[in-house]
């Protein structure tokens, strides 16, 4: 048995390694090269930019999955030059980082969905659950897939969280707030579901890690990115959206949700919890940047890359099932860090 404390410190021994050897390689160019990282939410958006922004503009960036938490601390030690998050940073992360919301520059890239998978031997395909029955499955009042729909087999509902800070965790807690009427705190960890009381089957990290443990218990259910779930072919859930309507996660679906969006003067956006139509359970990527920089080489090497994931770079996020940002909203985008940079 490995221990937490161990366990955790292994964790921060192994993000130390990748930081200090991602630097180690880009120090031969580092006037074209970006040390970047965070959320396993849009790690396939980062890795499909990367190779085409190379090539179209020769800046050269790395994405390191460390989770939106150590990515932040990375952005305050000055270690990475951008972090990438579906959880907008509050006073926690402003302490971390030494500045305020006004000293960070937020970039649009895209918006993605998150599956609710299962595994129920013998039941149906697709099953449609409502955002009632959704909300007290992971609130722990339902503990019977037969309380679900009495036609479903009597099997017990075997919960699998997230236990790592993740984009998923933020993007299903804030969906569950705005069901519950705020029982479920919007929290990026484990504390959304350790909060209310929650006692889950399982805790496991990424989505590699929940899909695992969902194939191998007969009854349980857990949440991915919707590209995952589908590449995979694994059982997803048809999920209620606000209108009534039972949409299984997919990117038309994704994208009729997005369109749905407002967004403020720092590219927050407004009706995307739980939108009036589309896909219910979605969320948008940031990546954040401070506005001041240290070198002028390296807010240039920003503005390039800002200035093509909002042009070229969103003509790959649909084959990434990710929405692409609204067009407006992207030549605003671009004018803030052309402006802010």
Do not use: C, H
């Amino acid at each position: 048995m490995i221990f937490p404390a161990i366990a955790r410190r292994r964790n921060w021994l192994a993000l130390a390694l990748s930081v200090a050897l991602s630097l180690i390689a880009f120090r031969a160019d580092s006037d074209t090269s970006l040390l970047g990282g965070g959320s396993s939410f849009s790690e396939p958006l980062y890795d499909a930019y990367a190779p085409v922004l190379a090539q179209d503009t020769g800046t050269d960036i790395r994405y390191l999955t460390v989770g939106s938490g150590p990515a932040f601390q990375q952005l305050g030690a000055k270690t990475f030059s951008f972090t990438s998050t579906e959880a907008p940073p509050g006073p926690i992360v402003f302490d971390v980082l030494g500045t305020t919301q006004e000293g960070l520059q937020m970039v649009p890239t895209g918006i993605g969905g998150l599956a609710i998978i299962y595994n129920l031997r013998g039941a149906a395909t697709d099953i449609p659950i409502s955002q009632k029955t959704l909300a007290d499955i992971f609130t722990g009042k339902l503990n019977n897939w037969q309380q679900v729909n009495p036609r479903l087999p009597e099997q017990d509902i075997r919960i699998i969280v997230r236990g790592d800070f993740a984009g998923a965790n933020y993007i299903l807690s804030e969906f569950l707030n705005n069901v519950t009427d705020g029982e479920v705190e919007v929290r990026p960890g484990p504390k959304w579901w350790q909060d209310i009381g929650l006692q889950p089957f399982a805790a496991r990290n990424l989505d590699t890690g929940i899909a695992a443990a969902v194939a191998t218990t007969d009854g349980a259910i857990g949440y991915v990115q919707v590209g995952y779930a589908l590449e995979k072919n694994l059982e997803t859930a048809r999920i209620e959206n606000a209108l009534g309507n039972f949409v299984r996660p997919g990117l038309p679906a994704i994208e009729r949700a997005a369109s749905l969006a407002e967004y403020d003067d720092n590219f927050m956006p407004t009706g995307l919890v739980n939108p009036q139509g589309g896909y219910p359970i979605v969320g948008l990527n940031w990546m954040v940047m401070y506005k001041d920089q240290d070198s002028a080489s390296t807010a240039a090497s920003l503005k390039a890359m800002a200035d093509w994931i909002l042009t070229t770079g969103q003509t790959l996020n649909p084959d990434q099932w990710f929405a692409a940002i609204d067009p407006d909203v992207a030549a605003m985008a671009r004018a803030a860090v052309d402006r802010n940079l």
